[in-house]
């Protein structure tokens, strides 16, 4: 369906110009209203349900050193689209998507510059996407900005799960509170941050924003394919409600270079009066590109375990092979120099971790600290940090790549960069083929630290491409790649699947340093995971880290949450992150973490609120098997399970992994109980989750 609507010029243009056009959801509850206001600027407003999501909002930008593109438009053309698809999703929470939307186009140009841009709407009925598009022109070829004008004028003072705006980092503590509370909040929920940060001048926020209001509506703001343009953080105005656009700038304060030919991502409005809608929303992936990658047989939902936590732990194994400084990668000979003694990624521990790997049909062992490098690693003077293509002396890449292939099982590559981005960039190629002739498949990035030599922030336009290169360019070695500290993800998964997973918020690695708060993982899939799945890595059964001797830090989680986390903390990429000595002690809770799958047919979400709980039940893809996981913050709860997402007319077996009678996250977080019993699809469970705990649950056809 495409009707088409060119305005001519003169005063029947001007009248058409002034009257709203009006794009409806399929299912009629949202609606979006855009026109041009006196001024002759474009503003959108969006309603569900009849109640305000969005007042009218700017749209536009303001180009360097100081033109407003913003008013002073006319509307050239208008057409309207629909469609209704479903598309094969390569792993996902689902096989299949819906994208059923419609669609307005509307072309602008502005009078006095004769410069156009057309903005493309899409509504869903979970929600409304938009996106600016810049055609090849003769006016304008390319340009620089000062700022996106994009407003989103909220319609009161909602309860907000936000984390302080940063250009580098999004490793925060999600603080809760309405927003008219920010500004006494934000310094310090600045300051708890422990990576690399660079705090914006605004009173702003990141995305994705989730937001509640008082009469019930939920209303998560992001953004979708984020391809050559940096991110977006929203300014705040805390008396009026007001959240616009505040593009992170590069190192002399440009907010973007666009070159016309070209699109935005899509700014998102997901809206629901139901939180579970928020979570069961496609509606990011279905406004990214499909999928470029032609042959995806090599991309492989993966389960692992690695020598990781063990750094983390206290215990006093490192990345690094020496105490020796003064190294200069490429040159010095480390077999000349005097290990340390406690390097973790030896060859003799590693093979301890692929035996334990195969003992327990895992796919995978990630082995951080293999390369040459990490002795100090903050010296930002060297002109080679790292070298990705040389191993430690005492990692036997040969002998560990036969070991492994003997006992089926995939060594996990690990790329810390800590931002020496031009030098990675420079090893790449070498280091994706040194990957592949040695039976590698997958690379965990990082970007701990500044961006050297350039002091480009990590979320400016200058990085959103670096990160998006190397996911192509890994493609095209069938490369699978999980990134840690990289810009937060915006759905570009459904077109580069082999971009499997992303850190990008406060994972595990902070359970040993300062703690994560209860609400923490109750409220991450509301806001870090709408853009896609997170490397949380979960599975920590010892949460008293002072049996290691030097860490004081205790898990916040009861031992079944970590279990519950495999499937509230959507990801195709799942670590067992503990040690393993620790997983032999609890075989039969460690039982759920072998059994759980990483790849779905569908998932449920059966009960949700942000920061209180979430509760999800999965179906295995290609198997008849179910998994649940229910989690609850510092209060305990009961959980209502219902199974009637079952198959009728048959018998199950489910087992659940519950907290015990005893447990609390603090005090008693290893209480817990193992049960089996019948169910079917007529069986309603209620499950008692301990403060900071949570329930587990698989099932299997009798
Ligand atoms: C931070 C990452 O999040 C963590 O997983 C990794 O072990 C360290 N950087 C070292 O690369
Ligand atoms: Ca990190």
């Known amino acids: ?157 909602y309860k907000a799960f936000w984390i302080p705006a940063d250009y580098d980092t999004n490793e925060f503590q999600i603080t809760t509170s309405k927003l008219s509370e920010i500004p006494s909040l934000i310094d310090e929920a600045r300051n708890e941050a422990l990576a690399c940060k660079s705090s914006t001048p605004n009173l702003a926020v990141q995305t994705p924003l989730m937001l509640k209001s008082d009469d019930g509506l939920y209303i998560n703001i992001h953004e979708a394919a984020l391809v050559n343009y940096p991110a977006m953080h929203l300014n705040l105005d805390a008396e009026t409600f007001l959240m616009s656009a505040h593009l992170t700038p590069d190192k002399n304060g440009v907010k973007g270079y666009i070159q016309t030919g070209s699109v935005t991502p899509w700014r998102t409005i997901i809206v629901s009066d139901d939180a579970r809608d928020i979570l069961a929303s496609n509606l990011i992936i279905n406004l990214n590109e499909p999928c470029k990658i032609e042959d995806t047989s090599w991309i492989k939902p993966t389960k692992y375990v690695g020598v990781w936590w063990e750094y983390f732990t206290g215990g006093g194994s490192t990345w690094s092979y020496t105490d020796c400084q003064d190294i200069v990668i490429g040159k010095t000979d480390y077999t000349k120099l005097k290990p340390h003694g406690h390097h973790g990624a030896n060859t003799s521990h590693v093979k301890e971790y692929i035996d334990f790997a195969a003992k327990h049909g895992f796919d995978a062992v990630l082995v951080e600290g293999w390369n040459e490098g990490w002795e100090d690693n903050y010296a930002y003077a060297k002109e080679y940090m790292y070298s990705f293509t040389k191993a430690y002396p005492d990692f036997d890449v040969k002998e560990l790549q036969n070991y492994a292939a003997s006992k089926g099982i995939k060594i996990i590559m690990h790329h810390e960069t800590t931002s020496s981005v031009i030098d990675y960039e420079r090893q790449m190629h070498d280091a994706f083929r040194f990957m592949k002739e040695r039976g590698y498949d997958a690379v965990k990035t990082g970007y701990v630290g500044p961006i050297i030599p350039r002091s480009e922030h990590h979320d400016g336009q200058w990085m959103v491409n670096h990160y998006n290169r190397v996911v192509e360019e890994a493609a095209k070695y069938k490369i699978m790649v999980n990134s840690h500290e990289a810009v937060r993800p915006t759905g570009m998964y459904r077109t580069y699947p082999n971009w499997i997973a992303q850190e990008s918020a406060r994972g595990t690695e902070f359970e040993s340093f300062n703690g994560i708060r209860q609400d923490h993982q109750t409220i991450l899939p509301f806001t870090r995971l709408m853009g896609g799945p997170m490397d949380y890595t979960p599975g920590i059964f010892e949460g008293d880290l002072s049996v290691y001797g030097n860490n004081k830090a205790k898990v916040g989680t009861t031992l079944v949450k970590q279990l519950a986390l495999y499937i509230t903390m959507y990801s195709p990429l799942q670590m067992a992150a503990d040690l393993y000595q620790n997983y032999e002690k609890h075989l039969d809770a460690f039982q759920f973490i072998k059994d759980v799958a990483v790849d779905w047919d569908n998932t449920y979400i059966l009960e949700a609120e942000p920061g209180d709980y979430v509760t999800i039940a999965r179906k295995a893809r290609g198997k008849n098997e179910w998994f649940i996981g229910g989690i609850t913050d510092e209060n305990s709860r009961v959980a209502i399970i219902n199974l009637d997402f079952l198959p009728k007319g048959k018998k199950y077996q489910a087992t659940i992994y519950a907290d015990g009678k005893k447990a609390d996250w603090k005090d008693n977080p290893k209480d817990y109980i193992i049960s089996n019993r019948k169910v079917s699809c007529k069986t309603v469970l209620k499950q008692k989750l301990a403060a900071g705990g949570g329930v587990a649950i698989s099932i299997k056809e009798l």
Do not use: C
């Not at 930008?61 to 309207?80: A, K, M």
């Not at 307005?104 to 493309?120: D, H, M, P, S, Y």
């Open 1 to 157: 369906m495409r009707r088409k609507v060119l305005l001519i010029i003169g005063l029947f243009g001007i009248v058409l110009s002034a009257i709203a056009q009006k794009l409806t959801s399929p299912d009629g509850n949202l609606t979006m209203d855009f026109h041009l206001t006196a001024d002759k600027s474009p503003v959108y407003s969006l309603t569900y349900k009849g109640k305000t999501v969005i007042k009218e909002s700017r749209m536009g930008f303001l180009v360097r050193p100081s033109y407003d593109f913003s008013s002073n438009f006319r509307i050239v053309e208008t057409e309207e689209d629909a469609s209704d698809t479903t598309w094969n999703t390569v792993w996902g929470q689902n096989s299949v998507v819906r994208d059923n939307h419609k669609e307005l186009f509307v072309a602008l140009e502005q009078e006095n510059t004769g410069w156009k841009f057309n903005i493309r709407f899409r509504i869903f009925d979970d929600g409304l996407g938009f996106r600016y598009e810049f055609p090849v022109q003769k006016e304008l070829r390319h340009f620089s900005l000062n700022e996106e004008v994009t407003e989103f004028q909220l319609a009161g003072d």
